[in-house]
């Protein structure tokens, strides 16, 4: 792999060195690793990344990368890269069901719905409302070797393959130590650690750290196929995903079909993802030769259909959540943490979002300016939402079922009814009319998954290092779609554009106003430099460095987001939360910013009981549906 343009942010380690002790150890070197050692470097913290396996990704995995994660990518200084691999145009964005690609009958090859997804079509708008980047898409496959290829450059002989980590000690002053195995050379040393990050998707930090997850596993078997194939005689020319529903699965989906590119997508694409359900009672395939069969027969293609098989996954849907997502000195994240379902992208996103929350919180305290206290409100803060987004996802993973019952479909169904049901779909008259828009509504109702922006966007924490102030969330909150901007504690930063921003050449995004080395106080020219001593002061006070941004009056569009008068005041954490607001300045500024910047920095706790265990309910029921 070629090694990125862009200067080294740590000093370098040659490659036979090894540091007695570093600041803070990542354990694994996927999307959720990396982005913590890129993060960490760019904080000033010391790090060193270790990979059992080498950079070289072999298999597709995630590629959904929402306007989140993409803001986190952009501070990373890889954003544009990546929308330089994705497609080049918008046609990808929507998601259909066929009953397959082709086949020997006009009910073969028959589409039964889209919807537009990713902010694509008619959700283009508003998700460009809610955020200055766009959604973009890029396997794993690429996406892994140039963050790689980021983060080497970044932390110069600090990004290590062949390394795994066969043990951790826990220091009872804190700091751990991994035991650790050079698998090139089998040669095994052991490093020590002020903090871990433990990113290796789960295999075996979770164990070494004596963190149970909790949930239901092996909800549903799927066997996924890389490939390289011609479908370009499929009648879909756009989209990057389809799902396919045949009678023999009494209207749950028979598989799934996602583009892959590079450079074409659609039905152009050169590679493809082909996702097959087995059906009930099917043995394993006894070898790739039955697995492409079975691939061309739910795909409807000819059994001679040229495929070359890249690569083959075999796994199993779960909803699992960590019990802890701190352990002493050692934090989970991503896949270590939280595993479920890909069925609405979260998985890579919410690893990436992890990291983002935990970096700023472990420099803070590696700096100097926050102490341990400030670390535990990474699991206040993110295990809610990891619990969520793995409900949300097994949610979304049962969306088809109400398609196939629209088409008539069902349990007990023979194949031969099936393809009648679905032939009426088909037909004219008031039959077809009635069956068409019961299955248009059903398919609709996957808006959920696709067009989720308020799950996406709209996330936020209760408790942790913020300042609650009482207010309710705003209307819609709890809608998997509709995102309403606001200011109130735990929240994302409304975006919106600036047009008055000194030095600026253009417009400035609200988001590009908050400091990654320090707590942001946003503020306009009416207070400003009662703001601005105050800030002095509570920095001083507090030993947290607080950086004013003045918003010229006149901006409408923040006006109208900002939810605090012309004299308040609305503090925004590096990860681009907000952590405290005020409608109008107190009559102690100072006294005010410094008592919201210790409760910040000390964290708040939830009113009792776990914060999780409703999504975590919702997941039990969500797996339970699945399994009928």
């Avoid at 709209?458 to 606001?486: H, I, N, Q």
Wanted: aromatic share 6%.
């Amino acid at each position: 792999m070629t090694a990125a343009t862009r200067p080294a942010l740590l000093p370098a380690l040659a490659p036979d060195e090894w540091p007695e002790e570093v600041p803070v150890l990542v354990v694994g070197g996927g999307p959720a690793g990396l982005s913590a050692a890129l993060l960490l470097a760019q904080h000033g913290v010391e790090v060193l990344l270790l990979e059992r396996r080498t950079f070289e990704s072999r298999f597709p995995r995630a590629h959904l990368l929402n306007v989140r994660t993409m803001e986190v990518f952009a501070e990373m200084g890889v954003a544009d890269d990546i929308y330089a691999l994705a497609p080049e145009d918008d046609r990808w964005r929507k998601v259909v069901w066929y009953t397959s690609v082709a086949g020997p009958t006009p009910l073969h090859g028959l589409k039964l719905g889209e919807v537009p997804a990713w902010g694509g079509g008619a959700d283009a708008a508003r998700y460009a409302e809610a955020s200055p980047k766009q959604f973009s898409n890029l396997p794993q496959l690429r996406l892994d070797p140039l963050l790689w290829r980021h983060a080497d450059a970044a932390c110069p002989g600090r990004i290590r393959a062949s390394q795994e980590v066969t043990g951790i000690e826990q220091s009872g002053s804190g700091g751990v130590t991994a035991t650790v195995l050079d698998r090139s050379t089998g040669e095994q040393r052991r490093v020590r650690a002020r903090y871990l990050v433990a990113a290796d998707g789960g295999r075996v930090s979770a164990e070494l750290l004596g963190v149970e997850l909790e949930g239901p596993r092996a909800i549903r078997d799927v066997v996924s196929c890389y490939v390289s194939a011609d479908l370009s005689q499929w009648s879909e020319p756009d989209a990057l995903l389809a799902h396919f529903l045949q009678p023999w699965n009494e209207g749950r989906p028979v598989g799934a079909l996602q583009a892959l590119g590079p450079h074409r997508y659609g039905r152009e694409s050169p590679e493809w993802l082909v996702a097959v359900t087995p059906r009930p009672g099917q043995p394993p395939a006894a070898d790739d030769a039955e697995l492409l069969a079975r691939a061309r027969e739910m795909l409807g293609v000819a059994p001679d259909h040229p495929i070359t098989l890249n690569a083959v996954s075999h796994w199993q849907y779960e909803g699992v959540v960590a019990r802890r997502f701190r352990a002493g000195s050692a934090f989970l994240v991503g896949d270590a943490a939280h595993r479920h379902p890909p069925t609405g992208g979260l998985g890579l996103n919410c690893a990436v979002q992890d990291v983002h929350n935990l970096a700023w919180k472990l420099a803070a305290v590696l700096h100097g300016w926050a102490d341990e206290a400030l670390l535990d409100t990474y699991e206040s803060e993110r295990r809610p939402i990891a619990a969520a987004y793995t409900a949300h996802a097994l949610e979304n993973a049962g969306r088809h079922a109400p398609i196939g019952a629209a088409l008539g479909l069902g349990p007990g169904t023979s194949e031969e009814e099936g393809w009648a049901q679905i032939g009426v779909l088909a037909a004219e008259g008031p039959d077809g009319d009635k069956r068409r828009a019961l299955v248009a509504e059903a398919v609709a109702e996957n808006a959920n998954d696709y067009s989720q922006l308020g799950v996406e966007a709209g996330f936020c924490y209760e408790a942790g290092a913020l300042v609650p102030d009482g207010t309710p969330p705003p209307p819609g909150a709890t809608s998997p779609t509709a995102y309403r901007p606001t200011t109130r504690p735990g929240h994302h930063l409304p975006h919106v554009w600036l047009r008055g921003v000194r030095g600026g050449s253009g417009p400035v995004s609200t988001l590009d106003l908050v400091h990654t080395d320090a707590l942001t106080l946003v503020v306009g020219p009416a207070a400003a430099p009662a703001w601005q001593q105050a800030a002095a002061a509570a920095a001083g006070a507090t030993g947290c460095p607080v950086a004013v941004a003045v918003v010229s009056a006149g901006e409408e569009a923040w006006t109208a987001v900002r939810e605090v008068g012309d004299t308040g005041a609305v503090l925004v954490r590096p990860d681009r939360k907000v952590a405290w607001r005020t409608p109008e300045a107190p009559a102690d500024p100072s006294a005010g910013l410094t008592a919201a910047l210790t409760t910040v920095l000390r964290g708040t706790a939830t009113d009792g009981g776990d914060p999780a265990e409703p999504h975590l309910e919702r997941i039990r029921q969500a797996a339970a549906r699945l399994r009928r």
